[in-house]
Nanobody
Framework: QVQLVESGGGLVQAVGSLRLSCASS????????MGWFRQASGKEREFVAA????????YYTDSVKVRFTISRDLAKDTVYLQMNSLKPEDTAVYYC?????????????????????WGQGTQVTVTS
């Protein structure tokens, strides 16, 4: 069972930055595609970013392109989400996810929730 633990959320002013981290408890993480999702209050959870198992391929939802960067450190079994130029509409609970089915970003993007391992989430609040 892959266990994922997020950290790095908090309160930040608009145009500020935060870096989220997601640490995995097992080495199986290295063979899995990873991603970040978010859920704003009263809205459905949405995809944010994905990265393949090797770290060389990434994919983003349009609203965060250029502003957010997903990366991973295989030696530390950790995936990151660097968030710059934050906007109030980025306010949400951010969830780390690991694919149950594959090593490519396609196993994250559009995947049904049951096909992913989930972290517990970390709150990001952006004030104007």
């Amino acid at each position: 069972q892959v266990q994922l633990v997020e950290s790095g959320g908090g309160l930040v002013q608009a145009v500020g930055s935060l870096r989220l981290s997601c640490a995995s408890s097992v080495r199986a993480f290295r063979n899995l595609a990873m991603g970040w999702f978010r859920q704003a209050s009263g809205k459905e959870r949405e995809f944010v970013a994905a990265i393949n198992c090797g770290g060389g391929v990434t994919y983003y939802t349009d609203s965060v392109k250029v502003r957010f960067t997903i990366s991973r450190d295989l030696a530390k079994d950790t995936v990151y989400l660097q968030m710059n130029s934050l906007k109030p509409e980025d306010t949400a609970v951010y969830y780390c996810a690991a694919s149950r089915t594959g090593d490519s970003t396609t196993s994250i993007v559009g995947a049904p929730p049951e096909n992913l391992h989930w972290g517990q989430g970390t709150q990001v609040t952006v004030t104007s």
